[in-house]
Every structure is written in C-alpha cells, then in structure tokens.
C-alpha cells in the first residue's frame, strides 16, 4: 500500500503561483497513477489533475487548464501541482491520489489511497 504526504500549501495573492508536492511511499510509485482534487468549503472534493504512472498522459478539468501543470519525478516519489495565476476560487484543501490499478483518471472514486491534504488560500 502507498502512503501519500502533500506539501507546498499557503496564502498567496491573486495571481501568484504556488507549487504542491506529494511524496509517495511504501510500494513501487512508478506504476501507479496519480491524481490531485480539491475541496472548497462547503463544496465537495472535485478534480483537479491526473497523470499517468509514467507521465506521458495528463488530464485537468477546465476551470485549471492552461493555469495548472502536474507532474511526476518518479526517481523521487513525488508528484507535483504547479499552479501559476492563481485565483480567489482556487481557494481549497488540496489532496493528492493514488490509483495502483488503473490508467489515470478524473474520477474520485478511482482512487483508493489520499494524503491528508494541504491548504491553500488565494486572496483577492
């Protein structure tokens, strides 16, 4: 089983970038598919993010493309979120996912394993 631990949360203003981090342990990270998803307060988690376990596939929802890159570094466990010309209503917890059987997907429900999340506040 994997366990998943997010970083790079914070406050920053509106328009300014912030990079996430999500470090993977406990079983082999480069065949595993890997999601990010947000919850905004009072809402429910939705998706941001996937990638492939190799990296050569992405998917992002639309309130993000063009803004958002995610990323893998396999060598290090980790997978990332850059997120560049932020928003007030990007304003959310962050949470990374990982999916060991499967091809990247945009479906909550795909994935069986979440970190604990990191906050991150954009202000207007």
């Known amino acids: 089983q994997v366990q998943l631990v997010e970083s790079g949360g914070g406050l920053v203003q509106a328009g300014g970038s912030l990079r996430l981090s999500c470090a993977a342990s406990?079983?082999?990270?480069?065949?595993?598919?890997m999601g990010w998803f947000r919850q905004a307060p009072g809402k429910e988690r939705e998706f941001v993010a996937t990638i492939s376990w190799r990296g050569f596939r992405t998917d992002y929802a639309d309130s993000v493309k063009g803004r958002f890159t995610i990323s893998r570094d396999n060598a290090k466990n980790t997978v990332y979120l850059q997120m560049n010309s932020l928003k007030p209503e990007d304003t959310a917890v962050y949470f990374c996912?990982?999916?060991?059987?499967?091809?990247?997907?945009?479906?909550?429900?795909?994935?069986?394993?979440w970190g604990q999340g990191t906050q991150v506040t954009v202000s207007s």
């Open positions: 996912a990982a999916r060991p059987n499967g091809g990247h997907s945009s479906v909550e429900v795909a994935y069986d394993t």
């Open positions: 406990g079983r082999t990270f480069s065949s595993i598919a």
